[in-house]
Every structure is written in structure tokens, then in C-alpha cells.
């Protein structure tokens, strides 16, 4: 831990849980060094976001049929040149792609990295929290045809996850090794620094993040729960959302709270909810791994998922530890069977 406060980087991180003869340290600092300089820039852009005139909708649709805010664009177009320029990163996938792009690497031990580039831009025309999140992979030993298998095949091997949000500071949240740790921004010299204290879930935490207008589509055990956690609970449980998953995770872990957006039927029709499995529920599962929290789809821990589709949807429930275990109690299982 670094001596006085506010001296600690994410580069004296990753010197810390990774070994010095790993060829993967250099990576890691490169890749590292992107999303710094990313963080930078989009967090520069959104200060002045509507004088830019950039926090409209391009009124385009992406492949997974929403509706493309400007940002989206930028986030993507940033951090993807950033990786291809770091040399260091194998492939990239992205919400805003339907395909991952695979790029030229200089480093001996390149990594995969799946991104969503601005989460919850629809926050952005209401100068809301919005963020940025990133999981990072060990390219698997085989040779894979293609970029989709090349992810499919690595994602048992997640080492690194990270996110910024950007709200009335800049935060960077890395996850490496055995901890994650929280850095603000300094916008006057661009670094990112921290405590050298290990994030953890606080205990006894009372919050629940969620979209409730969505209730009557969910399962009536996940209702059951629902009323439990305002009625029955104490204390009673109170709502905070921002609809953001960053930045509704990034309260929840400092304040101790659960987030859920769980699977639902609506119209007769079933789906996995909103959130995708690689670029958004491992990075957080594995953040909150690290935090001494757990994430699971209702049945089983999120990292232990394996995925048939780059950009699979699927529920997530994430918190400290005694809050997923209330809900597991209290929900019964299996939470997505709705057989
Ligand atoms: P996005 O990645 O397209 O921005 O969507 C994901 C976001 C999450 O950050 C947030 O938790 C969720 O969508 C909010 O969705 P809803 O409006 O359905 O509650
Ligand atoms: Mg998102």
C-alpha cells in the first residue's frame, strides 16, 4: 500500500499482482494505458457535451437494435484506435459491432478485450452518470477461425476487468489479481489516483438497484422478493436507480447494495433481460469477485457461464455477498426457468 494517500496508480497495481517475468505485465500496462487515455478524452468531450452538440442520438440503430447515441460512436471509434495503436490487443468486442475486429500485435502476449464503450448512454441528454466497461482475456491456445470463436474459446480466461464513470468526477475502477481498486482522475495533470486501499463491500448495506416498472414481466418468486425487501425486511430495503450500470454498481459497492435486471415474459415472449453476458456482466462479476461480492444469473454465478454468442444476453444479480444471498433466499430457484 502506497504511504500517503492518493499515490497509489493503477500502474502500481498491476506491479503488484503480477509477476515481473510474465510477459503479460507489459500488456496489461499497455492496455491500461489506452483506457487511461481514453478516459481522458471521453471525459473531456462530456464536460462539454452539449456545446459539442454530442449528446443527441445519431438516430441509427446498432445490432442489437437500439438506438445509437452520438457518444456511442465516439466511445467506440476512441477506444478501439487506442487498442489498435497499444499493439497489445488481440481483438476487440464491442456493443457497437456486430463482428469483433481483430488487430495487428507487437506485444509477445497479446489479450482480447470486449468492451461496452459508453454504457447507459441515454443518461447523456440529461447530464446523467454514464460509463465505460471493459473485460479482459487470455487468448485460448487454439487457433480459432474466427473472431467470435476466438472470443467464445477465451472466455473462461477473463484476468483483468475494468470501468470508468464518468460523472461529477472521473472514477477508474480496476480489477486485477486478487483486488480492485478505485482511482479519481486528476484532470489537471491526467493522472488516476488512488488510496492503495482494496475496495470492499461494505456489510449490512440496504440498497436495491433495479427497474421496477419492469415487475409485473418477472417471475412471481423475484415478486415475491421484491415485496419482501420493503415490506417484511428490516430494515426495509430503499431504491436507488440510475440506470447506468456502472454507475449503479459503483454506489452499490461503496454503499453496499444489490443490483438485478433480471430475465422477463413479455407479450408471451421470454428474454435474458438486457445486459450482455462478455462486455458487461463478467467485467462487473469479476470487479465484484475481487470486492468480496458475487454475481449470478439467478441460478448460477455468473462466471461460471459459458457462452454460445459474443453478444449474449442474460440476467444479472450482483452485490456483496449477504445481500445476493437474502435474495437467493428469499426468491427460490430456479429464478430463469419460467418453466
Ligand atoms: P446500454 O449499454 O445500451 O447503455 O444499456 C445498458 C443500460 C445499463 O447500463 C442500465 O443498467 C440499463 O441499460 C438500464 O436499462 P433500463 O432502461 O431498461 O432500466
Ligand atoms: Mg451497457
Known sequence: MSQSPNAFTPFDLITQQTDPGNPERQTLISILHAI??????????LQRGPLLG???????QNIQGEEVQAMDQ???ETFLTLFRQSGSVLGVLS????????????????CLVAMDPLDGSSNLSVNAPVGSIFALFRPSGHTSPSGESLFLDSSGNLIAAAYLLYSVSTTLVLAIGTETHSFTLDPSTGEYLGSGVALKFPEGGK????????LPYWEKSLQQYMGWIKT?????MILRYIGALVGDFH???????IYLYPADVKNGKKSSGKLRLLYEAYPMAFIARNAGGIATDGTIPILSIVPNNVHQRVPLIVG???LVREFQDHSGSPLNGFS
Open 36 to 45: 487511461e487515455q481514453g478516459g481522458r478524452k471521453i471525459s473531456a468531450l
Open 54 to 60: 454530442i449528446t443527441g442520438s445519431t438516430h441509427a
Open 74 to 76: 465516439i466511445g467506440q
Open 95 to 110: 456493443e457497437e459491432a456486430e463482428h469483433p475486429d481483430l488487430l495487428p500485435v507487437t506485444h509477445s502476449a497479446p
Open 207 to 214: 440498497i436495491y438497484s433495479t427497474n421496477e416498472g419492469y
Open 232 to 236: 417484511d425486511r428490516n430494515p426495509a
Open 251 to 257: 454506489r452499490n459497492l461503496l454503499k453496499g447494495g
Open 320 to 322: 456483496p455477498m449477504d
